[in-house]
């Protein structure tokens, strides 16, 4: 999950100062390099010092976690201190708030937020991408593909791609682009888990269903005699948990016909 997060980041210290105030209801006017002190040398994800004085602090999780509001107190309060966070989940915000902004960083950030139309809202990121100066555009278009993937739109981006007058691959950009092949190399390897998980599923179903089969042939046969073609090509058409109820019931029947009617 590196890549996305370091892609926000560049995202919201960089011009999506709408996104910062839709997220903490002030203006950044500036981001601080703050390292804690050791508890495992731990680093803020983003500290901005705000235009009235104030300090906001935030950290960026890209995967859902249940268990986030049970790590610490949400406010704490003490003689000389006052601090209070909010957990924000960003499909909460408006996407039609930041696809109206004139910063190419609120447009591209929209993608993860609640959108009415996905195909509509890619297309606009993409269209206010295009005419964006050449490193720029790269740069941008770069990181929509990244964070599209949290929502399962990189096809689509790559489609609206395709109809404007873009010319990029991303895998030759200097920063983002270990990054993306990263996150693709990621995509192939859950994809691959999938299919061999769907693919071994499916074997077991049908291996089932030709055990099923074989036993209730040889048990027609043996006390009907002989299987005719018709019999053959309904057994045939059967699922697993069919031949199975059929079987329960072989005992029960008096004929073929009764069996498959």
Sequence with gaps: MQEYDVTLKLLLQGSAARTIHEL?????????????????????????????????????????????????????????????YELIDIRQLDSEVLLESEAVGDNVIAVLARLRDHKEAVHRIV?????????????????LLILAGLRHLSATVEEEARKMPIDLDIRDHEVLGPMFRQAHQEGLEEGLEKGLEKGLEEGLEKGLEKGERAVLCRLIEKRFGALPGW??????????????????????????EELLK
């Design 231 to 256: 019999a053959s090509q309904k057994l045939a058409a059967l699922s697993a948990s069919d031949l199975e109820s059929l079987s329960e019931r072989f005992l029960d029947v008096n004929s073929l």
């Design 24 to 84: 903490t209801g002030t203006a950044v006017a500036k981001w601080l390099d703050v390292e804690l002190p050791k508890v495992q040398n731990r680093r803020l994800d983003l500290l901005g010092e705000t235009v009235d004085g104030g300090l906001v602090h935030l950290e960026l999780q890209s995967s859902q976690d249940a268990s986030m509001p049970l790590r610490m107190e949400n406010e704490l309060r003490g003689a000389q201190v006052s601090f209070r």
């Design 127 to 143: 269209e206010r991408i295009a005419v964006l100066p050449g490193r720029e555009r790269e740069t941008a278009l770069a990181q």
